[in-house]
Each structure stands twice: as structure tokens, then as C-alpha cells.
């Protein structure tokens, strides 16, 4: 036996991994082994292509979101709305750290999907930001900009606070456009 795990005890050991980033994705239970399932079958089909001591959890990782968004443009006709995240709810919880875990929870699905997967990656699976990035297929200041704003927003959903303006819009300073003016106040007289 060897000292190295082989590739199919590797596939093995990243499936918590998987199953967390799938649910992470999508927050469907059944959608989310359905993903597992398909990215394994994938892995195993190319798992020529994959480079010996390189990230395995990476590579998986980057097959498993690209397959998120193949079945999401699938879907896409199907908006999902909160009266779906209505008919998923389940009886509400009666102890406090239960309702603080499913309200993180749902100000988690309510992040965009750029957001929440670079929040899971970093935090969640404990990726480097570039290993993040790889996977996200984007620049490593765009991975910790999307954690940065994915942190503030659930600290502004979770704290009671009115959340800020949308955050898939790009800022005033990116976009060249700097602040505008506030209207002049008129009198009445």
C-alpha cells in the first residue's frame, strides 16, 4: 500500500466538501447531491486531466460550480422567489440559536451568488484567496472584494440594520461617475 491516498479515496474524502459548496450554491438538499453526483461522475470520467499534486479540492470545486451554472441557465426560466424559500421552510425553530442560525442562514441565500460562493470558499472551506479565485474563474482583489462586501451585508442583514444599496452594482468609483449632487432644496415661499 501506498503512502498517497489514491484518486478514488481523494474523491471520497472531499464529498462533505462538496455536499456543503453545492448546498451553498443552490440551498436545495436534493439539487445539491444531484450536483455532488455529477461532479464526482465528471471527475472520474477526466480524472486523466488532472495534474498530480496539484489542488484536488480546487479542481473539483471548479467542476462542481461550473455544473451549478449549466443546471441554473437551465433552469433560469423558473424564477425562484421568496415564496419558494416559503414552501422550503420548515417548522420554525423555538430555540434562539436555532432562529439567529436559519436568519444567517437566509441572509446567506440572499446574497448574490458571486458573493456567497467566494464567502463559502474563503470562510466555509477555507481556501486561499487565489486558490478562491482559480475556482471563481476571477482576479484575486475581485475575490477579496466579493468577501469583503459579502461580510459587510450579512453584518447589515443579520444586525437589523437597512441594508446598502445592491451589491452586485458596481461603485460610483469604479464606474468613473463620482458623487452626485443632492437636489437644491426650494422654498415654499
Not at 470545486?61 to 414552501?87: G, P, V, W
Amino acid at each position: 500500500m501506498t503512502a498517497t491516498p489514491s484518486f478514488a479515496d481523494a474523491l471520497i474524502e472531499t464529498i462533505p466538501n462538496l455536499r456543503a459548496f453545492a448546498h451553498s450554491l443552490c440551498g436545495d438538499g436534493q439539487l445539491s447531491n444531484d450536483l455532488v453526483q455529477e461532479t464526482l461522475l465528471k471527475a472520474w470520467a477526466h480524472k486523466d486531466s488532472f495534474v498530480p499534486d496539484s489542488n484536488l479540492k480546487a479542481w473539483l470545486f471548479t467542476i462542481l460550480r461550473n455544473t451549478y451554472f449549466t443546471h441554473y441557465r437551465k433552469s433560469q426560466r423558473e424564477e425562484l422567489d421568496e415564496d419558494h424559500a416559503a414552501m422550503n421552510a420548515s417548522v420554525p425553530p423555538t430555540q434562539l440559536m436555532q432562529l439567529e442560525f436559519e436568519d444567517m442562514r437566509k441572509a446567506l441565500m440572499r446574497l448574490s451568488p458571486d458573493h456567497r460562493e467566494a464567502l463559502l470558499l474563503i470562510t466555509a472551506e477555507g481556501f486561499s484567496y487565489e486558490d478562491a479565485a482559480r475556482v471563481c474563474g476571477c482576479a484575486i482583489g475581485t475575490m477579496k472584494s466579493r468577501v469583503n462586501r459579502a461580510r459587510s451585508r450579512l453584518v447589515e442583514e443579520t444586525s437589523g440594520q437597512t441594508p446598502a444599496a445592491d451589491l452586485d452594482q458596481t461603485p460610483a468609483h469604479e464606474t468613473g461617475h463620482g458623487h452626485q449632487p443632492s437636489p437644491a432644496k426650494t422654498s415654499s415661499r
